[in-house]
């Protein structure tokens, strides 16, 4: 009856929310931070063992952690230019790349996390960093397989970051953050935006309703387009005033913006955030992995929807579980698409990160406008959909 009543709802239609920041916003100055510390230690070690966590309020930034690494790393250097590259450049913005404190606290890794990651130091026999479940999603809504509404909020704040960097925009400053609303006629068919909500940090002389119709114009019309019409809803700094913003509006924090990075709620999420973790952390690994599985099988035509989860045990390099869940839309059970999976994709963390180029130093490119979707990155390669079709 429960089942019955929730196809109900979603075949009758309904909508689906979700949201991106810019690379200004605070809680992702500290996401590139931690990486930036991250690809520094990888570059001249691809062996580094990494977790470190990133802090940032008015004046400060704060970096701890632990690592284990034969590179030296100026994580003071590293913070200056991650935060002068993003636009904090001035006090009057009450954050800014030279006059900033950076703290540093990180320490040594455990060496009992250590020995049983290591293993026999060979790539099939590194352990897990830690326990967990990771999950991966992929749909037909986009070209890139993506749900539309974060696709749409990311292309949003692209469009705010790029406005503001060219000066289409030149009142515009460093923190922002888009929503969008997707009405959709029945599950997989997104019909419409039904809202946005769009926040920019800006110049205090700028009138608000001057900056409203620029940023309706030059931000979210060209990318929206036909997808808005004379019903949606626009919300364009809907507070009125937003000139305090960054680190000096609200503190930051490494890892809080974990459905930004994903897919915006649109499917199941393990809770382990990504920044700041060398890939022997499955947090992060697995997470790539479920990606990859489930765009390929998507891409493959082997279902509309696929979400795939993968779990595994500190310290063992075979996953604990595996599981598929196509939402009805597969060609074959889910229990047989798995089968298949296990055949053709070798999760051990060694391996993947083998795979996907895991020890080059590629993180902070991943830390702004989600981790998902974007065809630079090798997990979103389709280079399973031949097997998979053979397969089947």
């Not at 239609?13 to 992702?28: A, L, N």
């Not at 499917?267 to 499955?282: L, R």
Request: glycine letters at 10%; proline letters at 4%; hydrophobic letters at 40%.
């Amino acid at each position: 009856m429960f089942d019955f009543l929730i196809v109900t709802i979603f075949m009758s239609g309904f909508q689906f929310t979700s949201e991106s920041v810019t690379c200004g916003h605070p809680d992702k100055i500290c996401d590139q931070i931690s990486d930036a510390i991250l690809d520094e230690a990888l570059r001249h070690d691809p062996h580094s063992r990494v977790a470190v966590e990133t802090a940032v309020k008015t004046g400060m930034v704060m970096c701890f952690g632990e690592m284990r690494t034969q590179s030296w790393v100026d994580v003071e250097k590293l913070a200056r230019e991650v935060v002068r590259d993003i636009g904090y450049t001035n006090a009057a913005f009450g954050f800014d790349s030279e006059s900033i404190a950076v703290l540093s606290a990180i320490g040594n890794q455990s060496a009992e996390i250590a020995h049983g990651v290591d293993g026999k130091n060979n790539m099939e026999s590194i352990g897990a960093g830690d326990q967990g479940m990771m999950f991966g999603f992929a749909c037909e809504e986009t070209d890139e397989l993506m749900p539309l509404p974060i696709s749409l909020a990311h292309r949003l704040t692209r469009q705010l970051e790029k406005t503001r960097r060219d000066s289409s925009c030149d009142f515009l400053r460093p923190d922002g953050k888009s929503q969008v609303t997707v009405e959709y006629s029945a599950p997989n068919e997104p019909k419409r935006v039904s809202a946005v909500v769009l926040s920019a940090q800006h110049h205090p002389e700028i009138a608000l309703g001057d900056l409203q119709t620029e940023l309706k114009q030059k931000v979210i019309l060209p990318i929206l387009g036909e997808l808005v019409d004379d019903e949606t809803i626009f919300h364009i700094n809907p507070t009125g005033s937003f000139v305090v913003g960054g680190p000096q509006g609200d503190a930051g924090l490494t890892g809080r913006k974990i459905i930004v990075d994903t897919y915006g709620g649109y499917c199941a999420h393990g809770g382990g955030a990504f920044s700041g973790k060398d890939p022997t952390k499955v947090d992060r690994t697995g997470a790539y992995a479920a990606r990859h599985i489930a765009k390929n099988i998507v891409a493959a035509k082997l279902a509309k929807v696929c979400e795939v989860q993968i779990s595994y045990a500190i310290g063992v390099a075979e996953p604990v579980s595996i599981f598929v869940n196509t939402r009805g839309t597969g060609v074959l059970t889910d229990s047989a698409l798995e089968k298949i999976v296990v055949k053709l994709w070798d999760l051990r963390p060694g391996m993947l990160i083998q795979e996907f180029g895991l020890q080059e130093p590629i993180f902070q490119t991943t830390a702004t406008g989600g981790h998902f979707g974007r065809s630079a990155f090798a997990w979103e390669k389709l280079d399973k959909v031949s097997a998979l079709q053979k397969a089947i």
